[in-house]
């Protein structure tokens, strides 16, 4: 009996033993920071990117974003929205569905391109998922030593310095922009009509002979005043009605299609060209005028600025500053007016005449 | 025992340890070195036209969309042409992109040819070729990596009748200044077959500016540039040799502004006449040059020569112009030398290398020098000489 307890007691001591020691689930939990997440997974933890997130969500997209694949997705963050207007995830569910996921896939292109692989010039064209055209422009600036910290701009719209860019995932790359892109379907007659804002520009292009051509020329660069600029030099619906053409010099009212002459400009291509400010003989010229759209980014305070400088050369083949109109103009609220890009043109909204009409007489 | 072990080794080492090459040969080979000669400042008016980043395709396969697809032979990643086209290839030089084909790249060279080395020049088949050129991407993807829609646009698609051991200098040249129209411009040169003295150093002259380029060339006197570029399309040849005194040059007495002959601008593919100077001028130098040794040639508009028109800054403009060959300093150029080109460390147009047991050693070379709208270029060719004894 002593014996029978004995063994019992020493078989419950081991077994108790045995089984006393707590047993950890030794599986660690997934590390979210270093396992390779696909781009619809990175958009979907970043607050920067709450409101890309809610727009891909809304259009169906974030998904196709978790899908195996090699993507390149450039992705306007919560600043960049802002800018635009859309400051809340109510600003984007009052969007229209379609016209938003156009935009979206604009937004992103067949294969993984990181900074360094993008050859070393002005508007490579790419395809966009939506469809038309992409124009990735290395700029001669640079905002560091290596190479992967050249000034890249998409469509004139800035990719972000630092760890903003060449995002690597498993799906693709992510490079973070300054300004969402802008592509709106049509001819750039057509996004001037539906412009309320641009209703005197309209009246004057077709008063003045260039209506049409803004459907039909390609490419087209246009700087179109908005209806603030017309009325503060006294020009409203009706004098404009009354107008007579060839009372006004060539130039008056056709620098702003650029006098129709094949252009394809962005904001951000004088920089990209020079790294600086544009010189004069490079800008865009029309008859006497140069007209130099500059951009300059200062990374210390992340702003950008782009005054838009018209020159004159006079006789002896120097440069003046212009001499019928304002020094400069500039984008309309900034750059989000700028590089409005339709199927045949680039449209920058302007918020002042660059020649004074009065000045511009025979 | 050991020693038959021995002996079994060697031999399997003997018999595989000779090296089996492959010698690359071409039959009845012409020889071809080929310039990119198109130059343009990107400006916002002109930043949607191709760009002068080329790619040569010779005897090209096209697909369906007329997108090349392979060729028989390929001179990628060719840049725009250096301002001094050295004797023979650098071969430190290990950069993808080429101021001239074969530069670098590892193709069949040239042999010695009448004395001449032509390292510089590649052998390709001689007969009738189809030559494309196309613009490709600035980037170092080879050009039949690119993505098809990369591969650019063809700016010549020509061809071209190569013979049997010729040499030949071809451009890419700009035709017409105002529309911007390329050409390709094939020269068989003929230094090869002609008596030179290897006491002489020779040099021919072209101006291969496109047509109309004096005429429609900007006007207008930029505080900034240097003054002095822009040359008519007939001008007259002189040349100084000079030597460094102090901190100056200073012409050899004897040899200052002494005429050559004439530029004329011509996109005629023919050999000019080679004018000459001699390898030694200066007796007071144990007729070695150890340096500091530079040639001048100064161009002057019809009706002018150096006496006439002592002061340039006052001619009017595309009189005057002139290039120092040699070390004539770093700066861009000013008015009176507004072209400078370093050539041969030392001795500009000579070749100064360490020959035999002489350190440096001088020899007498061929050159050409072209003036392509507003930009020289100097192309030197050497004999063959001696290899150092150290």
Same mark, same amino acid.
């Given at each position: 009996m002593n014996y029978i307890f004995k063994i019992t007691l020493f078989l419950a001591t081991v077994g108790l033993l045995a089984t006393g020691c707590k047993k950890d689930n030794l599986t660690a939990p997934v590390d979210r920071t270093t396992v390779p997440r696909t781009i619809g997974e990175f958009i979907e933890n970043n607050y920067d990117l709450s409101l890309l997130r809610a727009a891909l969500e809304k259009t169906g997209m974030l998904d196709t974003l978790k899908q195996p694949g090699s993507l390149t997705f450039y992705a306007p963050d919560n600043a960049a929205f802002n800018a635009m207007g859309v400051a809340s995830k109510a600003d984007v569910d009052k969007m229209n569905t379609d016209s938003l996921r156009f935009m979206l896939r604009f937004h992103g292109m067949r294969n993984r391109y990181f900074i360094t692989t993008f050859p070393d010039q002005l508007d490579n064209k790419f395809s966009s998922l939506a469809g038309p055209n992409l124009y990735v422009s290395v700029g001669k600036g640079s905002l560091g030593p290596a190479k992967e910290d050249r000034i890249v701009y998409v469509n004139g719209t800035m990719i972000m310095p630092g760890s903003k860019r060449n995002i690597s995932l498993v799906n693709g790359v992510i490079h973070i922009l300054r300004r969402p892109l802008k592509y709106t379907v049509g001819t750039v007659q057509d996004y001037v009509a539906a412009d309320t804002s641009l209703t005197l520009f309209a009246a004057i292009m077709k008063k003045f002979g260039y209506w049409d051509g803004l459907k039909t020329k390609n490419p087209l660069t246009v700087f179109a005043p908005a209806n603030a600029a017309f009325l503060k030099y006294g020009l409203t619906a009706d004098s404009i009605a009354r107008m007579v053409p060839d009372n006004f010099k060539q130039l008056a009212f056709g620098v702003y299609p650029l006098l129709m002459k094949p252009a394809h400009v962005f904001s951000t291509d004088a920089n990209a060209i020079s790294g600086e400010t544009v010189s004069q003989a490079n800008g865009i010229l029309v008859d006497a005028y140069s007209i130099c759209p500059n951009y300059t980014y200062s990374a210390y305070n992340n702003q950008e600025d782009s005054p838009i400088w018209t020159y004159i050369k006079k006789g002896d083949g120097q440069w003046s500053v212009n001499d019928a109109g304002p020094v400069t103009v500039r984008y309309k609220g900034g750059l989000i007016n700028a590089d409005h890009l339709t199927a045949n043109g680039i449209v920058h909204v302007i918020d002042d005449l660059i020649f004074n009409p009065a000045k511009m007489r025979k | 025992m050991n020693k038959r072990y021995f002996l079994f080794i060697a031999m399997v080492v003997t018999m595989m340890s000779c090296r089996k090459t492959e010698f690359g040969n071409v039959e009845n080979p012409a020889y071809l070195r080929v310039f990119n000669c198109l130059d343009f400042n990107i400006t916002l008016d002109n930043k949607d036209a191709p760009q002068p980043y080329l790619t040569m395709l010779i005897d090209p396969v096209l697909d369906a969309d007329g997108? !090349?697809?392979?060729?028989?032979?390929i001179g990628d990643f060719l840049d725009k042409r250096g301002e001094w086209a050295r004797?023979? !290839?650098?071969?430190?030089n290990t950069t993808t992109w080429q101021k001239e084909y074969p530069g670098t790249l590892k193709v069949m060279a040239g042999p010695i040819l009448n004395g001449y080395d032509l390292s510089s020049w590649a052998q390709v088949p001689s007969g009738k070729h189809r030559i494309i050129f196309r613009t490709r991407p600035?980037?170092?993807?080879?050009f039949f990596s690119l993505e098809k829609n990369l591969r650019g646009v063809s700016l010549i698609d020509t061809t071209i009748d190569l013979q049997t051991r010729e040499v030949y200098t071809m451009h890419v040249l700009?035709?017409?200044?105002?529309?911007r129209k390329t050409g390709l411009y094939l020269r068989n040169e003929n230094f090869v077959k002609q008596p030179f003295s290897d006491s002489m150093v020779y040099v021919n002259f072209y101006n291969l500016s496109s047509e109309g380029f004096f005429k429609y060339a900007s006007q207008k006197i930029d505080h900034n540039a240097v003054p002095n570029r822009k040359i008519r399309d007939t001008m007259s040849v002189f040349y100084s040799i000079t030597r460094m005194k102090g901190l100056q040059f200073e012409p050899i007495p004897g040899f200052n502004g002494l005429p050559m002959g004439p530029v004329i601008r011509s996109q005629q593919s023919h050999v000019n006449p080679y004018y000459n100077f001699p390898l030694f001028p200066d007796t007071s130098a144990s007729r070695v040059f150890t340096g500091n040794i530079g040639q001048l040639f100064r161009f002057y508009g019809q009706g002018l020569t150096p006496e006439t028109a002592v002061n340039s800054s006052y001619l009017p403009q595309g009189s005057y112009s002139a290039l120092g060959v040699?070390?004539?300093?770093?700066?861009?150029?000013?008015?009176?030398?507004p072209f400078r080109i370093q050539a041969d460390l030392r001795t500009g147009l000579i070749v100064s290398v360490h020959s035999g047991a002489i350190n440096p050693r001088s020899f007498a070379t061929v050159n050409t020098i072209e003036y392509i709208n507003e930009k020289m270029y100097v192309t030197t060719i050497q004999r063959k000489y001696a290899p150092p004894v150290y």
């Open positions: - | 997108i !090349p697809e392979s060729a028989a032979i004797p023979y !290839p650098d071969a430190v600035y980037n170092t993807t080879p700009e035709r017409d200044y105002l529309t040699g070390d004539f300093g770093y700066g861009s150029g000013n008015q009176y030398v």
